[in-house]
């Protein structure tokens, strides 16, 4: 069983499954894994007979406190003031600076095959005065609230101080007040110039009702709240919510304490990590979710956030890296085991189940995919680069039968995606010119075991016709063994004489791309081409 299916199998009743995203700035691809996992969870409810709703929502009025997004006149008018109620900085449209990021984001979400049931947007909610209960709680019990914080999390507030954040009637910043007082129905609050670090409060006070929409709860409270006015059941949240003392600590304890109900079942999950640092929205570390998913398509992306357990790191660095075409190999070996073909490796249990939650479509055929003919990756990376070759043509020629309707679309949505790579990430060992015209000069390098390599692979090649990148492959290394030539300088001697240097793509996969004649002409040309001319080994 997947851990979804796990998980599936341990809760009974409906079901309902949350997760929320304040929309600081540009999303990166790392934040994708949240409703991922959130969108398996609840396909995995569904397919155990699990009445599931699924939420997705927008924390828009916690305070602007990412400086480095805005302009430098915008800082001081900006910092601290709800998202909901900063300026769209694209000028494209949109209500507010968190309607365009979080706008961006959740467009990423149907492309993934993820369909919440609703979308809501805190700055709708509060208004309507739905937190407004939760937050006369939170008033009333804010020497509780306080005890909570100083015993879960060692976080020690003043007696006076209340757990609510005004928006300031004056500056409408919300992020620079401090609520001292209340009296069951106004609260006194100060916006102080001082309050933070990364935002100044013009130094309005002054008794103001909290309720619709004038203020707002603080995060672990919003949290629990949300658990409550929502009826969440499941919620996934990060490592760095979920460590001891932390955020769910606390909204754990402020739920069944404050708000007197079980908060939810917590699936924590790991980070996506580039170089072994978490990806970071307000360091501008990671990839644009919407980027990276105009270049890996899909199933491909949901594969990456779906291959280890939740609980596991995933490390990816697509820039300058063979990680785009490692993941879609590791997806068709998931693909082949899941149809019942040999694989090579080790494959972990529940191979069969990711690959199924991998598909987009929650009600594909999985055996039917799972037996679908997919290119290598790799192969197509280089298939697009050579002039004249017909893709379509050479894949069909490889399958040996006609693509059905889902194999070409399989194959264009990968020649794009390969297409998208090179341009965007691929390192430059990817990038290839065979050079057709003449044997490269640098193959004037070329040493007398190399040439007795080539003459070798030649002869293997005119013999034995490999076809596809792992014949050749197994063919190259079998003609570097019998010729006595380290793996490494018979790879180096290939590239030599197809690229002009000594490092490229993978070479089966190279060769096998090219017009079989012309590749054992050019082995044959480039080994008579060395200082002393060598023939076939004896």
């Not at 620079?176 to 009296?183: A, E, G």
């Not at 191979?351 to 598909?359: E, G, V």
């Not at 000069?441 to 070798?456: G, I, K, N, R, V």
Request: charged share 20%; with cysteine; hydrophobic share 45%.
């Amino acid at each position: 069983m997947d851990w979804a299916d796990e998980l599936a199998a341990r809760v009974s009743g409906p079901q309902v499954v949350n997760d929320s995203k304040t929309p600081s700035g540009t999303v990166h691809v790392g934040s994708l894994r949240g409703p991922v996992i959130l969108d398996v969870i609840a396909r995995a409810l569904r397919a155990n007979g699990l009445e599931t709703t699924l939420l997705y929502g927008v924390d828009d009025l916690d305070p602007m406190d990412a400086q480095a997004l805005l302009t430098p006149d915008a800082i001081d008018r900006e910092m601290g003031r709800p998202l909901a109620h900063v300026p769209d900085p694209a000028g494209d449209c949109h209500s507010s600076y968190a309607r365009h990021f979080a706008g961006v984001f959740i467009d990423v979400f149907a492309g993934l095959g993820i369909h919440p049931d609703r979308y809501y947007w805190m700055s709708d909610i509060y208004p309507t005065g739905a937190m407004d209960p939760y937050i006369r709680l939170a008033l009333d019990r804010a020497a509780l609230v306080r005890e909570i914080y100083r015993r879960v999390a060692n976080v020690q507030h003043p007696d006076t101080w209340h757990p609510v954040g005004v928006i300031c009637p004056t500056c409408g910043k919300v992020g620079t007040t401090i609520v001292t007082d209340w009296d069951g129905e106004r609260v006194h609050f100060e916006c102080r110039p001082d309050l933070v670090a990364w935002a100044h409060g013009c130094g309005a006070s002054g008794w103001i009702s909290p309720f619709g929409g004038a203020a707002k709860l603080p995060w672990n409270l919003e949290w629990a709240a949300q658990w409550s006015l929502f009826g969440v059941t499941i919620e996934p949240g990060g490592k760095d919510l979920s460590t001891a003392g932390g955020s769910r600590d606390r909204s754990d304890a402020i739920a069944r304490e404050v708000f007197e109900r079980e908060p939810p079942l917590n699936v924590p999950y790991e980070f996506l990590n580039i170089g072994g640092k978490k990806m970071s929205t307000s360091k501008g570390r990671g990839a644009a979710a919407h980027t990276i998913a105009e270049v890996i398509p899909p199933e491909q992306l949901r594969f990456l956030f779906l291959r280890p357990r939740p609980n596991q790191a995933i490390e990816f660095d697509p820039e300058g890296t063979d990680a785009v075409p490692r993941l879609f190999d590791e997806f068709d070996r998931f693909a082949a085991a899941t149809a019942g073909r040999e694989v090579k490796g080790e494959i972990p249990p529940g191979y069969a189940a990711t690959f199924r939650y991998a598909l987009l479509d929650p009600n594909a055929d999985a055996a039917a995919e799972a037996w679908a003919f997919r290119p290598a990756f790799a192969h197509l990376a280089m298939l697009v680069q050579i002039p004249g070759v017909d893709v379509t043509a050479r894949v069909t020629e490889e399958k040996g039968e006609p693509l059905t309707e889902r194999e070409a679309a399989v194959l264009a949505e990968r020649v794009a995606a390969a297409r998208a790579w090179l341009e965007a990430y691929a390192p430059d060992r990817a990038r290839l010119a065979v050079r057709h015209e003449a044997l490269p000069a640098e193959a004037a390098s070329l040493e007398a075991d190399q040439c007795a390599f080539l003459t070798a692979l030649a002869d293997a090649a005119a013999t034995e016709a490999p076809s596809g990148g792992d014949a050749w492959q197994s063919t190259i290394f079998a003609a570097a063994t019998v010729s006595g030539v380290p793996a490494g300088r018979a790879f180096a001697a290939l590239y030599l004489a197809f690229l002009g240097r000594t490092n490229g793509p993978r070479a089966g996969w190279l060769l096998a791309s090219l017009d079989p004649s012309f590749v054992v002409g050019r082995l044959r040309e480039a080994a008579a081409a060395c200082p002393a001319a060598v023939g076939s080994p004896s």
